[in-house]
């Protein structure tokens, strides 16, 4: 949920290049713009799926985040790997440029909707895979199941998302003892903000209630949770998870036990690229050999 700050971008890569991850030659690669990696590609529509990589992939960044501010070390992870990788900055406000993930849920699932779509007729790809991390993990399990185009999608990999609604670290709790109107004030002071998003994501919030209508999972396709118990944002941390046939729930701590990553570490974990690779390609996964140590804010 929360903006990932310059900083953390700046130490998971060079704890990245200490460890021998393979990301493109320069970090200015996942900055704005159509970038071509030596393999696959960032944002480059004229990348085209290859046999081992059949599927673009799309991935989705977190509130207050940019697609250039969030996911965009992994998203070079992925594209000098062979995949073909995009990336918007969805529910952004014409006031605020410099942020995304501001508006409704559904509102802005429909720019992804539109994106995703974009994506397939740019590049011939009958289906898309998706990964999100905190909103957009919820904003992949919501496209999934509510725009229609299931067909379309493959494999969705959501990292720390609030499925079933997040008390933020004890804050709905908080505002319910000491706001006057609980809750429902703490909604209407998230409107007033401009980040109406944060209803969405608490708990009986909008796009929770609607997601968690039925069955989450949708017949076909495959899903993949990756948390950390201790992420401190999308608490509890198990809210993340969907218990239903056809879902893998992970927490990074089954193959990295020490590793302590919180949530905004999450996007920038070598841990969890390791398994969303495996979840973007079953048929090469392999067990984290060598655990990294993530960050644990």
């Given at each position: 949920?929360?903006?990932?700050?310059?900083?953390?971008?700046?130490?998971?890569?060079?704890?990245?290049?200490?460890?021998?991850?393979?990301?493109?030659?320069?970090?200015a690669q996942?900055?704005?713009?159509?970038?071509?990696?030596?393999?696959?590609?960032?944002?480059?529509?004229?990348?085209?799926?290859?046999?081992?990589?059949?599927?673009?992939?799309?991935?989705?960044?977190?509130?207050?985040?940019t697609w250039?501010?969030?996911?965009?070390?992994?998203?070079?992870?992925?594209?000098?790997?062979?995949?073909?990788?995009?990336?918007?900055?969805?529910?952004?406000?014409?006031?605020?440029?410099?942020?995304?993930?501001?508006?409704?849920?559904?509102?802005?699932?429909?720019?992804?909707?539109?994106?995703?779509?974009?994506?397939?007729?740019?590049?011939?790809?009958?289906?898309?895979?998706?990964?999100?991390?905190?909103?957009?993990?919820?904003?992949?399990?919501?496209?999934?199941?509510?725009?229609?185009?299931?067909?379309?999608?493959?494999?969705?990999?959501?990292?720390?998302?609030?499925?079933?609604?997040?008390?933020?670290?004890?804050?709905?709790?908080?505002?319910?003892?000491?706001?006057?109107?609980?809750?429902?004030?703490?909604?209407?002071?998230?409107?007033?903000?401009g980040v109406?998003?944060?209803?969405?994501?608490?708990?009986?919030?909008?796009?929770?209630?609607?997601?968690?209508?039925?069955?989450?999972?949708?017949?076909?396709?495959?899903?993949?949770?990756?948390?950390?118990?201790?992420?401190?944002?999308?608490?509890?941390?198990?809210?993340?998870?969907?218990?239903?046939?056809?879902?893998?729930?992970?927490?990074?701590?089954?193959?990295?036990?020490?590793?302590?990553?919180?949530?905004?570490?999450?996007?920038?974990?070598?841990?969890?690229?390791?398994?969303?690779?495996?979840?973007?390609?079953?048929?090469?996964?392999?067990?984290?050999?060598?655990?990294?140590?993530?960050?644990?804010?």
């Amino acid at each position: 949920m929360a903006r990932t700050p310059r900083w953390a971008a700046r130490s998971a890569l060079a704890l990245a290049l200490l460890l021998g991850a393979a990301l493109p030659g320069s970090p200015a690669q996942a900055l704005p713009g159509a970038q071509t990696a030596p393999s696959g590609g960032i944002n480059d529509f004229s990348c085209r799926p290859d046999r081992a990589h059949p599927r673009p992939v799309v991935l989705l960044h977190g509130t207050f985040a940019t697609w250039y501010e969030d996911l965009n070390f992994l998203q070079a992870d992925l594209a000098a790997r062979g995949w073909c990788t995009f990336a918007l900055t969805y529910g952004e406000y014409e006031e605020f440029p410099l942020l995304g993930g501001l508006k409704p849920v559904a509102e802005s699932n429909v720019e992804i909707k539109e994106y995703v779509e974009q994506v397939r007729a740019a590049t011939g790809a009958a289906k898309v895979d998706v990964v999100g991390h905190s909103e957009g993990g919820l904003q992949a399990l919501y496209l999934a199941k509510m725009q229609g185009i299931t067909a379309h999608l493959d494999k969705i990999v959501a990292i720390a998302p609030p499925t079933h609604g997040t008390d933020a670290a004890g804050l709905v709790k908080l505002a319910d003892r000491l706001l006057p109107g609980g809750r429902a004030t703490l909604d209407t002071i998230a409107a007033r903000l401009g980040v109406p998003v944060l209803s969405d994501e608490f708990p009986g919030g909008p796009a929770v209630t609607a997601l968690n209508d039925g069955p989450v999972a949708q017949p076909g396709l495959s899903y993949t949770i990756i948390t950390s118990r201790y992420d401190e944002i999308v608490t509890p941390a198990e809210t993340a998870f969907v218990r239903e046939p056809g879902v893998r729930n992970i927490w990074v701590q089954d193959s990295c036990p020490f590793d302590p990553v919180g949530h905004i570490g999450e996007a920038y974990d070598l841990n969890v690229w390791h398994l969303v690779r495996n979840a973007l390609d079953p048929d090469r996964a392999r067990p984290i050999l060598v655990c990294a140590v993530g960050s644990p804010g």
